[in-house]
T-cell receptor, first 109, second 111 residues
């Protein structure tokens, strides 16, 4: 157990839906990340938050909108997604190393 | 050139074998290096950090070569349970692209 939880674990949504992914941790952290792992592709860093401030956005389309309201929670708001956005979305937090949550497996239909 | 490169494998080895993976990185400003293990459809789990002096944890040994910009992972006495994908992760503490991931090396240990 890494102490990082993500909900929901599985999500199926249509292209017109709006949904949010949640990441929660109570370990304390220096940084929190959203990453994406598509089938047969390497992990990609999407967003980086340091102390609730977004410090990195790796050219992520605006249909993905992150939010970090406090040091324990990180959200990824989704709207008008495309089928190619189907992937495993992993939250990670950084202590001395990086620890990943279990991920949300997203399918966009 | 990819920023972090790994041989995708698969490496098929018998139980008890010794196997080694390399990971090369292109940005000399990279500061921290890690090996993760990822099982099918699961999140990556930290296997070990890689220190400049090299480090060992049981059957696993990691090494860093800054001059040649690669890290390595050696697994001795392979077990069936070692079958997984091994990810190389490179971190920079300043600037963009704080974390960069290799595509992973698939290991299959056979009885």
């Amino acid at each position: 157990e890494t102490g990082v939880t993500q909900t929901p674990r599985h999500l199926v949504m249509g292209m017109t839906n709006k949904k949010s992914l949640k990441c929660e941790q109570h370990l304390g952290h220096n940084a929190m990340y959203w990453t994406k792992q598509s089938a047969k592709k390497p992990l990609e860093l999407m967003f980086v938050y340091n102390f609730k401030e977004q410090t990195e956005n790796n050219s992520v389309p605006s249909r993905f909108s992150p939010e970090c309201p406090n040091s324990s929670h990180l959200f990824l708001h989704l709207h008008t997604l495309q089928p190619e956005d189907s992937a495993l979305y992993l939250c990670a937090l950084r202590l001395r190393e990086q620890y990943f949550g279990p991920g949300t497996r997203l399918t966009v239909t | 050139r990819k920023e972090v490169e790994q041989d995708p494998g698969p490496f098929n080895v018998p139980e008890g074998a010794t196997v080694a993976f390399n990971c090369t990185y292109s940005n000399s400003a990279s500061q921290s290096f890690f090996w993760y293990r990822q099982d099918c459809r699961k999140e990556p789990k930290l296997l070990m950090s890689v220190y400049s002096s090299g480090n060992e944890d049981g059957r696993f040994t990691a090494q860093l070569n800054r001059a040649s910009q690669y890290i390595s992972l050696l697994i001795r006495d392979s077990k069936l349970s070692d079958s997984a994908t091994y990810l190389c992760v490179v971190r920079r503490d300043t600037g963009r692209r704080a974390l960069t991931f290799g595509s992973g090396t698939r290991l299959q240990v056979q009885p």
